[in-house]
């Protein structure tokens, strides 16, 4: 099998929105994130941590994951239009999920923990950060799916206990699921591709708790 082998071909996509410079960009925000930042004290400033964590976690999991699974030669399939407009299309929708997760978990972590009664003002803020990246190239499909998806979510949440109720489970099963990877390895990988997005999680739990100061 060749190494493009190891990948679906599913999207054929004429339109390439990520490029190896896209990449190496990427790759220095997953550095950027271990420096240490000032307190999260109001709502802006928790709209902001929740957007670049989400957008992080999804973007170095994903590419943690694809530069695994194609070994030294990963540079060369950025030259592939299909195979990135592939990668362009899991980072979306997997970032999309990470949005909802941890959206809940920090307003869940601040009901139960700081007796926050706003909880409405977590739709708001998701739906600001959709806005956003719009002008990101957000496609319109997948922000509409998106809050069909955080709404249906919304019916059922539990806030003094969503945070402590595998909060970020349903993003490490999106990585799971759109990877542009072959099924026959994902099955082969599911245990370590989990457990390394739950990881990733980990870090943010842990800088959210430091910072947080409602």
Do not use: C
Request: charged share 30%; aromatic share 16%; net charge positive.
């Amino acid at each position: 099998m060749s190494k493009i082998g190891l990948f679906m071909g599913k999207y054929k996509l004429t339109w390439r929105d990520l490029s190896w410079n896209d990449f190496k960009v990427y790759l220095f925000a997953m550095f950027k994130a271990f420096i240490p930042k000032g307190k999260i004290g109001n709502l802006d400033d928790l709209e902001i941590f929740i957007q670049t964590k989400s957008a992080w976690v999804s973007q170095v999991t994903l590419y943690g994951y694809l530069k695994t699974r194609m070994g030294t030669r990963y540079v060369l399939h950025f030259e592939n239009d299909e195979f990135m407009g592939s990668v362009n299309l899991a980072k979306w929708n997997i970032y999309a999920v990470a949005l909802q997760d941890l959206t809940f978990f920090t307003f869940s972590y601040l009901k139960a923990n700081f007796n926050y009664q706003e909880t409405d003002k977590a739709k708001e803020i998701f739906l600001k950060i959709l806005d956003d990246e719009t002008t990101n190239k957000m496609p319109p499909n997948i922000i509409d799916e998106a809050k069909k998806s955080f709404d249906e979510r919304l019916l059922h949440i539990d806030w003094e206990v969503y945070h402590n109720d595998l909060p970020f489970n349903p993003s490490a099963l999106s990585l799971f699921k759109w990877a542009p990877i072959s099924e026959e390895l994902k099955n082969l990988d599911r245990k370590i591709v989990l457990n390394s997005v739950i990881l990733k999680w980990d870090i943010i739990k842990k800088e959210f708790k430091e910072r947080i100061k409602f």
